[in-house]
Structure formats: C-alpha cells, structure tokens
C-alpha cells in the first residue's frame, strides 16, 4: 500500500518534520499513523516529501525527511468548465476528476443549470467543491492540487473567452470523436461538460472556436461526462 499523503503550506527546510493542526490531527487520531510509518508531505504544487515517522502525539507527527521528490507541472493542463449540477452531482464529478488528474476545474453557470449559484451560496458552493478537490487529491496521491474556480462560477461569456482551437464541447449530436481528433503536446485543453439538461443551442454557438466532440453512442450523466472524457485525454496525452 502506498504512503499516505498529507498537504501542507511549505515542506520542511530541515531534515526535521513536524505535521501539525488539521492535517496532523487527521494523522495522529483518524489514520492512526505509527512511528515507523513512511508518510508522504506535499505542497500542493509538486514540491513533496518523503518522510518516516519517529513521534506521534495529541494531533501531531513528527520525524525525518528521507527524500524529495519535486515533480513538473502538467503538460498539457487539462482544464474542464463543468457545468453546475443539482444535489451533490457537481460534488461527485469534482472528486472522480480530481483522482483522475484533472488541473483545473470551473463552475459553469449554463443556462440549463437547475441550480445556481448567487451571492453567499456561490461562495461556499465553491469552497466546497475546492474542499472536494482537495481530499481527493490526496486519496490520490497527488502532489499537484488543481485549482478550483476563481469567481464562484462562470458565464459562458467568460467560458467563450478561454476557448480555443485547443478547446473540446462535449455533445450528444457532435460527429468528431474525442478519441480521434488533434491533441496539442503543450499549454491547455479545454473540455466543457454542460448540466443535466445539456448545452444550449446558443451556448454551442458562443463556443464556435471550440471542436464539439462525442464519446460514443451513449449520453452519460454530467457527473460522469468529465471522468470518461478525462480518461481518453489522460490516455492519449500518455499520462496513463
């Protein structure tokens, strides 16, 4: 079985390791984590740690760095605009993304999302969908946190402007096949998934310098969309 990863705001610069406040609590009293035990810290941003642990008290590990182990930012970064979803929907895409590597994620207030997100409710909204990318990055293992929104959604005016030809909308009616069509070897691939209702016809055509690719010949969920289309990107880009 793999390390168990924890992340932190900044590796220890020393030899010496302390793992304190949420993570170290999680550590010391939900994964019972042992002196002995090999755990792995992260920054979120590549940078990690090896590390045994020596010490262990009331929510605190403590112990010796082994090893680093820095690791390159992605390239190509995938980036999906998802669609927001009803209930906990959103929540599930997020989370099965995460351990598939996606590096950014945006809320998208489409016009046929059930649920929007205005005011106070578009912030914690967010903020949970950042706290759902978090843990699963580190059930992953991830030593690359990927970002989650910056304003609490965004309009497909704000959606249009970050496409390119580089950009790919899935769609039930689209004749391109995602498992065939021209990949870049750097910079972002762009990948919007719509709502439970699907893209508009108006939105498709604000997406104009974006391809609209198909998976196959089934309509998946908008919580599963992004997953499967994850998962060729992550094959042919070499990434599994």
């Not at 403590?62 to 182990?69: E, L, P, Q, Y």
């Not at 995460?98 to 590096?103: K, M, R, S, Y």
């Not at 599963?224 to 070499?238: D, E, I, N, P």
């Amino acid at each position: 079985m793999s390390a168990p990863l924890f992340l932190i705001d900044a590796l220890p610069v020393g030899d010496a390791f302390t793992l304190d406040g949420p993570e170290g609590h999680h550590a010391a009293t939900v994964q019972r984590i042992r002196p002995g035990e090999t755990i792995l810290l992260s920054d979120g941003r590549g940078a990690s740690a090896t590390c045994v642990v020596e010490a262990v008290g009331k929510g605190t590990v403590s112990g010796t760095v082994v090893s680093r182990s820095p690791e390159p930012a992605p390239d190509p970064r995938l980036v999906v605009v998802q669609g927001i979803a009803k209930g906990d929907r959103g929540e599930l895409a997020v989370q099965a993304m995460t351990e598939i590597g996606v590096d950014e994620i945006l809320p998208w207030a489409a016009s046929r999302s059930v649920t929007q997100w205005r005011g106070d409710r578009g912030f914690k909204a967010r903020d949970k969908w950042a706290a759902t990318a978090r843990e699963a990055a580190k059930q992953a293992r991830r030593t690359w946190l990927p970002t989650v929104g910056g304003d609490p959604d965004v309009s497909t005016k704000q959606v249009a402007a970050r496409l390119s030809s580089s950009s790919f909308v899935l769609h039930e009616e689209a004749t391109e096949r995602l498992t065939t069509v021209p990949l870049p070897s750097s910079g972002e691939i762009v990948l919007v998934v719509g709502p439970e209702g699907g893209i508009s016809d108006a939105e498709l055509a604000a997406f104009s310098s974006a391809t609209p690719v198909r998976l196959g010949r089934e309509v998946l969920r908008t919580s599963t969309a992004g997953v499967a289309a994850l998962s060729v990107l992550s094959t042919r880009l070499g990434r599994w």
